[in-house]
């Protein structure tokens, strides 16, 4: 089964603001969703002290780093950061256009997962546009490698994510999630799971400028003899950690500005690895066709596809 409202185009039913702190910069960030026209796609507008506005298409081809979030932009002054967990929520909610007005330059940190984002445009509530979704169907296997890490896209009836991690703390381990994407499975299985960081790391964030803003509110942080600081624990018994990462693949992939239907695979990966995988389907229109409908047979060239090409594994990943 495939994300959306039946096949057909959606946006926001109204205007919805939230504010919170950037978990990069420690600023207070504020974004508002506002409802965009059929076509639109997902559209940052960075908004500056002195009027003007950076307008920012979440497209594959607008990526700019992925060191430790995902960031729109090539250049500080002109880009808005830490994407993922708002993309994922787009994704998971079948939200194909708006226009999100920051006035910052991330997106808030929140509680470090998506879930704020969901209960947010949940409570105002998406209304259809009356056009059909298009959606990116893989047609062949896709994958690339670095290192000890690998991502594939593979043929699949339906879109489904297999995500795993490894990592040398005891804590976390070998753990893998999988299943077959959809709102209510988004919202019940990965939607809350938060971003997670190493006590040994915090001190070398700082002085590069980075995790300001992360606080026990908003991270699950591992102390240096491998256990979890946080009061209440987790959210998802053991394995939140390799949840949060299949959440971040799906904001990621949210990047090639319509769903896909087909399978996600990955072992070790993180936001660069999910960028450059998705750089290498676009790249192969041999890979994958347009369809507008998820059932699949009206075909539309990949040239009237407006949302495509572009450009391991972070210690602290928002």
Known sequence: MVIGMLGFQTTV????????????????????????????????????????????RAVSAQVGSTDLCTVLGFSPAHSVATIEHVMAALYAL???????????????????SSAPFIEAIEQIGLVSLGVKRRYIRITKPVRIEHGGSWSEFRPYDGTRFEVEIDFECPLIGHQKWEGNLTSATFKSE?????????????????????????????????????TVINVEGLRYAKDEFVRHKALDAVGDLALAGAPFIGCYRSYRGGHKMNANALKALLSDTTAYEVVETSAARPRVT????????????APWSA
């Open 190 to 226: 990965l939607s809350r799971a938060r971003t997670f960081g190493f006590m040994r790391d915090v001190e070398r964030l700082w002085a590069s400028g980075h995790a300001l803003g992360s606080s026990l509110e908003n991270s699950v942080v591992i102390s240096d003899d491998n």
């Open 13 to 56: 039913s109204r205007p919805v603001t939230l504010s919170g702190t950037g978990v990069h910069s420690g600023a207070e960030v504020t974004i508002t969703f506002n409802p965009a026209e059929v076509d639109t796609g997902v559209v940052f507008h960075r908004m500056h002290d002195d009027g003007s506005v950076t307008e920012l």
């Open 94 to 112: 079948g939200l194909d256009n708006v226009v999100i007005e920051v006035y910052g330059a991330e997106m808030p940190i929140m509680d470090g």
């Open 302 to 313: 990949p040239r009237d596809f407006v949302a495509v090409n572009a450009p391991g594994f």
